[in-house]
């Protein structure tokens, strides 16, 4: 089994320890030195030792490393004077992946996954919005709210808004401005294709992890040309590929080899304008995920593009050549050549400049991981094709691709957005429901009040009833008794008088 792999030769071999590939490493030089070539030359040596690559394509000349290389008369030129070992042109095994599914198999991610921090990132939020964010998050746990997507998000973020006045006592200010900021942020993202990205089934990064019937790794070239038109979007995507691999991969230790090397191209751009707590934890990833059996590779045009905090723990060095036109370029060319280990009397900053394409400056780890001294070296040709890939054989290695069939058809199942709704027409039934029970309360209230105000007329009427009847009775019996009077007097008249005549 091969312990090495050979990418280029000068005085002697340049060899790089599979057991410190997990060390990581750096790919730097100006443009148009020879980086994509190395690169190539490095995920081929790769795969043929039965490691998995991943690596993202932002020119679109990576991706034909599908295909076969043809015996030109410079690669033959080349071949001939550094006698690679068993070199022929070859293709290599590929899974060519697409954020937004219209170059390869498509990758999904969920807003849970990204996280916060992430998407705070993703959307350039300042101190506050972030903030806000989080409570979102924390909101959507503690209900227990599914954010897949970014109607998802967006939903729990007008949920926060609309209970700002409660929310407020457990978790602070939280401003109506911001979140209107955050939706606008939404709605960018969504305009660069976040519907595409963001969602369900999201991508296994145990996928990643695979080599064919031959035993080769496969080699997972992410075709990034469109997404790298958005930088910010770019690095955040191949950011959270790192960290999937980190968190989800179990600790292993140094193996023999590793599981899988990240090559993050353009790396530059990972660290413009990135907030402190995100640097910091791009600093505990590649510090920590070499226990994963993980290899992290930046590519870049210039080292100094990286803070000094990753490029410390970056063990292995190729140096392509630098260009040194103004001050500043000189004092930076001078600055990288103190970074090898070079033998007394060396003049590397001389050297960096005078380096023909295809040539590097090279220091890798030894057997016992101590920087070897540098050495300038030609970098070996690429057995795959130099250029562009062939659209036909691009569209055959999608639809052959197993992983096409698990990530071609979107699910959208019920998460924050319809729990969300369902839980307002709830609301709203039950806010129709009161109204309804208040208006019978109140006709109710009504009725008792007319009930209450009746027996006080019934009252008055009989008592002006009674006070009738009894006027009427009265002078019915007045005149009733003053004609029994006059009756009973004229009987007694009559009597007496009937007596007295007698």
């Keep these: ?32 030195t020879g980086k994509t070539v190395t690169l190539k030359v490095i995920a081929e040596q790769l795969s043929k030792a039965g490691i998995p690559v991943f690596l993202a394509d932002v020119k679109g000349d990576l991706a034909s490393i599908a ?10 030129e080349r071949v001939t004077k550094l006698q690679p070992e068993d070199f022929e042109p070859r293709a290599y095994p590929v899974e060519l992946l697409d954020i937004f599914g219209s170059n390869g198999v498509p990758v999904r991610t969920t807003i849970s996954d990204m996280g916060p921090i992430l998407l705070s990132r993703l959307l350039g939020l300042n101190e506050t919005q972030e903030g806000i964010m989080n409570i979102a998050f924390k909101v959507a746990d503690e209900k227990q709210l599914l954010l897949i997507d970014i109607k998802d998000l967006r939903a729990i973020l007008n949920f926060v808004g609309d209970n700002a006045t409660e929310l407020r006592r457990e978790y602070g200010n939280i401003s109506k401005q911001s979140i209107g900021a955050i939706l606008r942020g939404l709605l960018v993202i969504e305009e660069q294709g976040g519907d595409l990205f963001f969602g369900e089934p999201m991508f296994d990064i145990q996928d990643l992890l695979k080599t064919d019937a031959e035993g080769r790794g496969y080699v997972n070239i992410l075709m990034a040309n469109r997404l790298f038109m958005s930088p910010k979007l770019y690095s955040t995507f191949l950011l959270w590929f790192l960290s999937e691999l980190y968190e989800q991969l179990p600790e292993v230790g140094d193996l023999d080899k590793p599981k899988i090397v990240f090559f993050f191209d353009e790396a530059h751009v990972l660290f413009q304008d990135v907030p402190d707590v995100l640097e910091e934890k791009i600093e505990l990833i590649v510090r920590l995920i070499r226990s994963k059996g993980v290899g992290v590779y930046f590519v870049t045009q210039n080292p100094t593009d990286l803070p000094n905090a990753i490029l410390s723990q970056l063990g292995n060095k190729i140096q392509h050549a630098l260009r040194a036109f103004t001050p500043k370029e000189q004092k930076t060319v001078k600055a990288v050549a ?16 005078e380096l023909k394409v295809g040539e590097a400056l090279v220091s890798f780890l030894d057997p016992e991981g101590i920087p070897g001294y540098v050495q300038q070296v030609m970098i070996y040709p690429p057995e795959s094709k130099m250029g562009i890939l062939d659209p036909l054989i691009k569209e055959e290695k999608i639809n052959r691709s197993l992983l096409y069939y698990k990530y071609s058809e979107t699910i959208d199942r019920e998460s924050s957005y319809e729990q969300l709704q369902r839980l307002s027409e709830i609301k709203a039934i039950e806010l129709e429901e009161n109204e309804e029970l208040a208006a019978r309360d ?33 002078r019915f019996t007045k005149n009733l008794m003053s004609q029994v009077g006059r009756e009973v007097g004229r009987v007694i008249s009559r009597g007496i008088l009937g007596i007295l005549k007698k």
């Design 1 to 32: 089994m091969r312990q090495e792999l050979v990418i280029g030769k000068g005085d002697k071999p340049a060899i790089i320890h599979l057991d410190k590939l997990n060390r990581h490493g750096l790919i730097a030089g100006a443009t148009g």
């Design 338 to 353: 103190e970074t090898f280990r070079q033998q007394e009397g060396e003049e590397l900053d001389k050297k960096l400049t």
């Design 442 to 474: 109140r006709e109710k209230a009504e009725q008792l009040k007319q009930l209450e105000k009746e027996p006080k007329k019934e009252q008055t009427q009989q008592k002006r009833s009674s006070s009738s009847r009894d006027s009427t009775m009265d």
């Design 67 to 76: 295909e076969p290389g043809e015996l030109s008369e410079k690669i033959m």
